[in-house]
């Protein structure tokens, strides 16, 4: 009986894919991206992103209320979006709206948790 692995069996290197890849793959921008995907690798934040694409501007109290969390924790994972770049926010009074800056990003949060319905059909 023969283990199924995914490696290869023996040492090769296939120079012009390597040299390709390796011209255009680039550090230049990775952090940047790492940092983004961080922001969103969390439940609650992803469903704050889902609820601001259902309803574009939502206060922290309706967040909260939303998430079945508290304020403080609403806020804390509203200002991580926000470090992020992918939130903005008006403030009205003493009442603090947000909305998505990044409809890019909410794109593909939608389109993953669309993805992800489909699957369990």
Do not use: W
């Not at 206060?59 to 924790?73: E, G, H, K, P, Q």
């Not at 008006?90 to 593909?108: I, N, P």
């Amino acid at each position: 009986m023969t283990k199924d692995t995914a490696v290869c069996n023996v040492t090769c290197l296939h120079e012009d894919k390597v040299n390709r890849v390796k011209e255009n793959l680039s550090d230049e921008h990775m952090h940047e991206v790492t940092a983004l995907l961080k922001a969103v690798a969390d439940q609650t934040r992803v469903k704050i992103i889902s609820a601001l694409t259902i309803e574009p501007e939502l206060c922290v109290c309706d967040m909260a209320n939303i998430l079945n969390c508290s304020v403080a924790s609403t806020s804390h994972h509203l200002r991580t979006l926000k470090k992020a770049g992918l939130t903005t926010t008006r403030k009205e009074g003493t009442t603090v709206y947000y909305k998505l800056s990044d409809h890019y990003m909410a794109d593909f949060i939608m389109q993953a948790i669309s993805q992800q319905k489909e699957k369990a059909l």
